[in-house]
């Protein structure tokens, strides 16, 4: 039994004894609410404590974050307390969010997104931390001999979905097209990644490529009428500020007539016309069920490889193409 069932033994034992001392004189205490089928066990009742960093709030981390505790709460029911927070987008929140997870000694920590994983990585050598939503793990953590196993204390879940069949789509949509606008956040290591790889596809396609790099919301509109000016079509890769500023974007892109090719349907379903897709949901569920092997000593994190979306789909914003003129292909779905 390990020591924090035996905490939990000892801290009921104690609440009966206060109660029966009472003579029953006084209501006990509430249990605390809960969502609807929430499983999440009460504090201080679970086996497991998993500390949640998310990077910040949009569609496509609110979906890897649901996706990871739905695969906790089936795997191990009423064995988990998740505490959870968001980072707001600032890589020092990350960090001091990280401080804490390991001030508590939680048993492992979900790390949703690039800043949060680096965070983690330099907080933390022995508290188990898988990633998730991140692009590329090699870029994220400064790893040149990369195997796809990060080993030590880390492994998780990447958001990429193939580079060169983006590049494919683009190519498919827009033939004519000559210049392509790389919109990105330069702050993103892993959006600097997509956008240098995607434009040696897109080269060697024949268009020209520059590439439109902004450092935060407070220039992103101005930067994107730039690239606007000038391009024919604009491509964002999986970007988390990009993701928590679509209209912004799209208040840009679409009076000017540019259609967007963008890396995930969160960003499409804003601003895009677009998208070759993997599901957020379904990767941070695989990440729930790589934490549930490690917690119960089932999976060795050191040798887990890092996993990837099994399968990818082309979707299409239907509002924005229709505003744009656009009409897709009959192998694209809609956004819904």
Do not use: R
């Not at 606008?181 to 995607?198: D, F, H, K, W």
């Not at 990440?287 to 299409?316: C, F, H, R």
């Amino acid at each position: 039994m390990n020591k924090k069932k035996l905490a939990a033994l000892a801290l009921s034992g104690a609440m009966i004894l206060t109660l029966a001392a009472c003579g029953g004189t006084q209501g006990s205490a509430e249990t605390p609410s809960s969502e609807p089928g929430d499983t999440t066990p009460a504090q201080g009742t679970a086996s497991y404590t998993v500390g949640i960093c998310q990077q910040m709030t949009h569609d496509a981390l609110d979906a890897a974050t649901q996706g990871f505790k739905d695969a906790l709460n089936e795997l191990l029911p009423n064995q988990v307390e998740f505490k959870e927070q968001d980072a707001g987008g600032e890589y020092n929140n990350c960090a001091t969010i990280m401080d804490g997870f390991v001030a508590e000694n939680v048993d492992l920590i979900l790390a949703n997104a690039t800043y949060p994983l680096q965070a983690a990585a330099s907080a933390t050598a022995e508290i188990p931390i898988l990633g998730t939503s991140v692009t590329d793990y090699a870029t994220a953590l400064t790893i040149t001999d990369w195997t796809g196993t990060v080993g030590g204390n880390i492994s998780g879940t990447s958001d990429l979905a193939p580079l060169d069949q983006q590049a494919d789509m683009l190519q498919e949509l827009f033939p004519e097209a000559q210049n392509v606008g790389l919109l990105y956040c330069s702050g993103e290591p892993n959006s600097v990644y997509q956008v240098e790889t995607i434009e040696g596809y897109l080269t060697e396609m024949g268009y020209t490529c520059t590439q439109y790099a902004f450092t935060d919301v407070n220039d992103l509109s101005s930067v994107a009428q730039t690239a606007c000016d000038g391009s024919d079509v604009i491509y964002i890769p999986t970007d988390n500020t990009a993701a928590a500023n679509t209209e912004t974007i799209a208040n840009v892109v679409i009076p000017a007539g540019v259609p967007v090719i963008a890396g995930e349907s969160g960003i499409c379903s804003g601003c895009g016309v677009a998208t070759l897709s993997i599901s957020y949901y379904d990767i941070g569920y695989a990440t729930g069920e790589m934490a549930a092997q490690i917690l119960t000593g089932e999976g060795d994190i050191s040798t887990m490889a890092i996993q990837y979306a099994p399968t990818v789909t082309k979707m299409y914003n239907a509002a924005n193409c229709e505003a744009l003129g656009l009409t897709m292909p009959e192998d694209y779905e809609p956004i819904a």
